[in-house]
């Protein structure tokens, strides 16, 4: 059967379902949150210039080039010419992302230079009709996510499009904006319509860069994919303010904390996105199994890309990234696949957690010595394993609760090599749902961790708010003064501790920059006053283009453990501007360490 004939007889039965029985938001999601690791694709004509322009190397990303370097259109559209990518191969590219444990693919259908990775009726501008390739990559790719059991997902630029005067973004062929609902009503909508109704199923549509699209532009994109694929999902980069199905995050940005929706990664394995010859900046494996597993452990997924070359070849750092995080994922896949973000609401120096059901994944990225200790459980462990042993012998564990503070410690004892070089993973089996003491107490390792999330904040006694969901986790716009945060916390052990005041890099991940002098105030049970500085530089996964600056504030001394208040108050606030605003105090978090 031909793929338009199978695409007829899949779409009339999604439609003739879909009449009987609309579909919920929780059916449409269901094989999203189950999957939790998908792959994006960039590809297209900027994959021949590879960054390279005339000789001149063009910064920036490589998708970008035509924007970067100014290319007018006609000289751009000759790339077509020579678009023979012979090596491609939709087997062994849905293969590599079967092998990484990936169960999904996103690629470019369009980007925003135009042009059609697909037979498009809508524009002569495609793959099909303007190259000597002649094929159709997209018809072959979705064939073989179908063999191999992957959702297949087609990326669509609906506003940039540099090609066309109604586009937006190409100001040097076109210095006066055409009509861009034109171009809605003749490319975009057409264009859609071709992948919606000649590919089979779409798991998603994943729309980019939304920028002046009004609300009721969006609202008819939005209304076209679910009249034609009612079960496809529709990402966060719609825009117009009009709700889609989940959150799309800044590229390459994890968020500090937990998001109470649907949300998603997108992101490199270096720094481009379409294949860039001149960009070598690999990341490890090690690095994106961490990040894979802390995205998961708030509640995300993570599209990770891969930027082939011109001539159809995923390259070959990419390609052994990828299999080197299949080779976790396949011991580990149970921690990942269906699982649920952390019943805890903070994050630990440690790792962090998954779960799924009556069990927790706990995800160590660095291995504790010997025992370690996890507080606050409430619910009972029946048996903790490691998840890479296949015999699951159990591993010793005690469960106490503390006399002055009521605070449960579950007391792990661990081998003393970690089983797994990226993330070891240990299984605790609980006797029913996870139950969790929140709350903030003192670590096994005699800290106290106070995050600037879970502390009180308010406003000359008023009640305030502060936005700490920016890329790094600090806080965004803290610019008055008045503002304080106080915490209420328990403590065990008394003694003398070490106060560091954690604040943020932010900016953009290619010029990350941070701004200091802000001065302060601590109130506990002595006063600390100081400038906020950088004393120390701190590098973390979780942030990984931003560093953590430490700012040693003093001590303080607790006569007695259980209950301990602390409050952080600004005197002031460093008004530095930058070209995209003020960072003000980018504040994260306080650590208090057993100075003894």
Known sequence: MSISMLSAVLLLGLAAACKSEPITQDQRMEWWRRSRFGLFIHWGLYAIPAGIWKGRSIPGIGEWIMYSAKIPVKEYRKLAEQFNPQKFDAKAWVGLAKAAGMKYITITSKHHDGFA????KASSYNIVDATPFKRDPIKELAEECRRQGLKMCFYYSQVQDWNEPGGYGNTWDFPVQGDFQKYLDEKVKPQLTELLTQYGPVGMIWFDTPYNISAEQAQSLKDLVRRLQPACIISGRLGGGVKTDYIS???????????????EVPATLNDTWGFKVEDHAWKSPRLLTIILFDIVAKGGNYLL????????????????????????MSVNGECIYGTEASPFQREFGWGNITRKGDKLFLGFYQWPADEFYLEGLLTRVEKAWLLADPDQKGLAFQQTLHSDTERPRLTLHLPSTAPDEAVSVVVLQLAGEPMVQQGLFQSGDGSVLLPGVLGKISRNGEEAQLNFGSRTGGSDGWLDPAIAIDWDFHLEKPGRYRVDIITMETGQHGDPAWVGGHTFEIHSTAGLQGVIRADEKEYSPRAHYWHRIHTHAGHLTFDRPGSQHLRLQPLSINPEQWPDGRPGFTFKEIILTPAD
């Open 117 to 120: 990775l697909y037979g498009s």
């Open 249 to 263: 995050t800044g590229d390459n940005v994890v968020p500090g904390s937990m998001i109470a929706t649907d949300w």
């Open 305 to 328: 890309n891969v930027g082939p070359t011109a001539e159809g070849v995923i390259p070959a750092e990419s390609a052994a990234i990828l299999h080197k995080m299949g080779e976790w």
